[in-house]
Structure formats: structure tokens, C-alpha cells
């Protein structure tokens, strides 16, 4: 999808979307025409039609056309455009401030420990999270309706670490949220337990344009979390995540 694209896509657009997801976009194809297209949302058949187009141009919609009309689908994309627009509302209205995510711990490839301890990033650790962290990240594998919560997070500021570049390579920025990890009874759900294993001071770590369906959080803190909080892969974990 070219830049041109994607600015092409505006609120106008965007209402296109909104409709064709609450006729059923999401789940599979939905039948719909330019003509029907326009008078829901008040244009012209032809101003509908480049409305279309530019959402397919854009890669947020797929169709098929036919003779009496054009069968409609919602991409990934494009369900990812809408939540960014439902987390927008959700914090005007409800003040969003922090989101439990449930999971349980993972072992990892080992590529935390190598780019956590990179110079460029330890450096910007230590001036804005204000510790240095453990040579590695906590692993921690969503479940599925965390997972579709972890777009909430968009609608919090996070701290940004910025992109640098040594005579190698260039390495990108990423986002960093305050964060606490909890460990939890899975029958418990994301309950409060005053006795649970608790850490915090912690932060998930992501890269700055990352993807709502990636199913596992990366979790670094000064301390190993393993030990501080005796945790195996397989235990389940609440990890409650604040803006800054």
C-alpha cells in the first residue's frame, strides 16, 4: 500500500468502513452497491464508488464485482483502521488509563537479550525508563480476547525510544509502556489478589509500528522477572499496562 493511498483514506472513507463492518464485513463477504453505498451515507453514487476504491487502493477492503452489484470484504487492515478509531473514542469517553492483559510465559528465541542490550537503546533506557534492564525480555503469549484488548494501548502515550544506526545497520524505534506483572490462577481471570506475585516498575517493549494480532507481549525490567516473581513458561500472567 503506497503513502498516496493511505492519505487518500479520510472520515469520509472511514464511514464507508464503519457501515460495510456493521452490515457484516468483518465475518465474510457482504453484497452492497455504489448506489446503496450513497444514499446510507448521504453522497452521490459516483462519490461512493471513489470512495470504494480508494479504501481497496488503501488495502483496508477487498471486492468483487458483478453484475448487479459488488460482493465487500473487511482486511486486516481494515478492521485494524476501525479499532484505531474505537480506541480513539474510548478514551474521550472512558478515560482510558490502563489494560489487564492475560497470558501465559513463553520462552523466547534469545532476541530480546541481544537488541535490549544494544548501546543505542541501553542508553535511552537508562535516560527515560530509568533503570537498566535485565539482559532479556519476559515472553508472554496472549490469550485470545487480551489479545483483541491490546489495541487499547494505542489510546495511551507511551515512551518512545527513538531509531539509531551504527556502521552496520540501522535499528528501529520502538515504544516502551509502564507496566506491572502479576502472577494469576487462570480460574481467577484478571481479579485482583493482594497476596499474588507482583511485580512492578516493569514495561512492555514494542516496536513503534507494530501489529494489534501479534499474540505475544515482550516484557523488560531491571530485575529478572523469572526469579523476582517465580515464574516457569507456562504460568499465567496479568500484566496491567499504563500510559505515561
Known sequence: ???????????????????????????????????????????????ASRRLQRLEDAGLLVRDTVSDGQWVELTEDGERELRNEY?????????????????????????????ITLPGYMKQFRERLGYEPFPGTLNVDLTEASLRRRGALDAMDPVPIDGWEDDERTYGPAVCYPATITKTDPDAGAAEDDDAPTYDGAHVIAPERTHHDEDQLEVIASDRLRDEIDLDDGDHVTVTVRGT
Not at 95 to 107: E, I, K, N, Y
Request: net charge negative; proline share 0%.
Open 1 to 47: 500500500m503506497s503513502n498516496a493511498a493511505r492519505s487518500a483514506v479520510g472520515y469520509d472513507e472511514l464511514a464507508v468502513l464503519k457501515l460495510l463492518a456493521l452490515e457484516g464485513g468483518l465475518d465474510g463477504e457482504v453484497k452492497t452497491s455504489c448506489g446503496a453505498l450513497g444514499d446510507a451515507v448521504g453522497a452521490s453514487t459516483q462519490t
Open 87 to 115: 480506541e480513539d473514542y474510548r478514551r474521550i469517553f472512558e478515560g482510558v488509563s490502563r489494560v489487564a492483559l492475560l497470558g501465559t510465559v513463553t520462552g523466547g528465541m534469545g532476541e530480546g537479550r541481544h537488541y
